[in-house]
């Protein structure tokens, strides 16, 4: 037969309270950076596809802009765009020494992101169409 003593009961298995918090501290603070990387890996995601749709969308306005009046502005999407047209001072020369007339076309679009306001401005010289 046993008998109970007050040292047996120091001997028993199992987990303290302090080492219980201990590890839901430590799986706490692991899950609050996991949350942190896929929420910034996700912001980050959307910002590159947000950039992407505006540079496509700048450069289609580009390909057009002959075409377009000289100051105009619209919407796409969420996407707002204007594209400008000035004529360039000093022209260049073309092949045959004949002054070539240019337009400084400027494109901008812009949209609401996750922290404020962005844009993606796009510029370049288009020899003038007759």
């Not at 890996?41 to 450069?59: N, V």
């Not at 594209?83 to 901008?108: C, F, I, M, N, Y």
């Amino acid at each position: 037969m046993r008998s109970c003593r007050p040292n047996d009961i120091n001997n028993e298995e199992g987990f303290t309270l302090l080492e219980v918090l201990v590890a839901f501290v430590i799986l706490a603070g692991s899950l609050g950076l996991i949350y942190s990387f896929l929420s910034n890996g996700m912001d980050r995601s959307e910002l590159s596809s947000a950039e992407m749709t505006a540079m496509l969308i700048a450069q289609s306005k580009l390909a057009e802009s002959e075409t377009l009046p000289r100051n105009i502005e619209g919407d796409t999407g969420e996407f707002h765009w204007t594209v400008t047209r000035t004529p360039q001072q000093g022209s260049g020369q073309g092949a045959r020494r004949q002054t070539l007339e240019l337009d400084h076309v400027k494109v901008t679009v812009s949209w609401a992101g996750t922290k404020g306001k962005r844009h993606f401005d796009l510029e370049s010289l288009r020899p003038v169409v007759q």
